[in-house]
């Protein structure tokens, strides 16, 4: 029986808005390097908008699953993540350099699930790598590959219809 979901951020949750690549990909490496200022974080940050059809079903998932994010990230991000877009009202939030491990690591996806107290095997993963199923399957999790946006997002309505009480 699932009682969790598992979101990838970028991808899954929210998609790339920016007309920028360029300054936005300087920015990242600054992230990285730990350089980047406030403004410079807040613009990678906004420079994503939420995958609204996904965000318009999180009131009627809540009510049903426990569910966090799982993302590969810098975490001078972390904060403004929920400051922008407001994911603390539906789950949690795992951030690997927070954490000390990253995707595809089993350990983040254990912290996770620990954190909504639910086991591995009771929860969907979604994702828009492909290089992840490997991992969560050994955690015998249920993995949906977001391709897109609009194909995961149909995937995940489908495996809910099929295999839970919660019809889309």
Known sequence: MIKGILFDWH?????????????IKSIYNMLLQNTAEE???????????????????????KKYFKMCVVNNGPKATFKYWDQYYGYS????????????????????YKIACKRIGV?????????DSFGFPEETEK??????????????FM?????LNEHTEVQI
Do not use: A, C, R
Not at 39 to 61: G, N
Not at 119 to 127: A, F, K, L, T
Not at 155 to 159: I, L, M, S
């Open 119 to 127: 086991d591995p095997s009771e929860v969907i993963y979604m994702d």
């Open 155 to 159: 995937e995940f309505k489908k495996y």
């Open 89 to 108: 009202e539906f789950m949690d939030f795992v951030n690997s350099e927070i954490e000390g491990v990253e995707k595809p690591q089993p350990e983040i």
């Open 39 to 61: 403004d410079e974080i807040i613009e990678i940050v906004t420079s994503y908008k939420k995958y609204e059809p996904l965000w318009e079903m999180l009131p009627v998932l």
């Open 11 to 23: 991808g899954v949750l929210v998609e790339n808005n920016s007309n920028n690549d360029e300054t």
């Open 139 to 152: 955690l015998n999790m249920k993995f949906i590959h977001w391709s897109t946006t609009k194909d995961g």
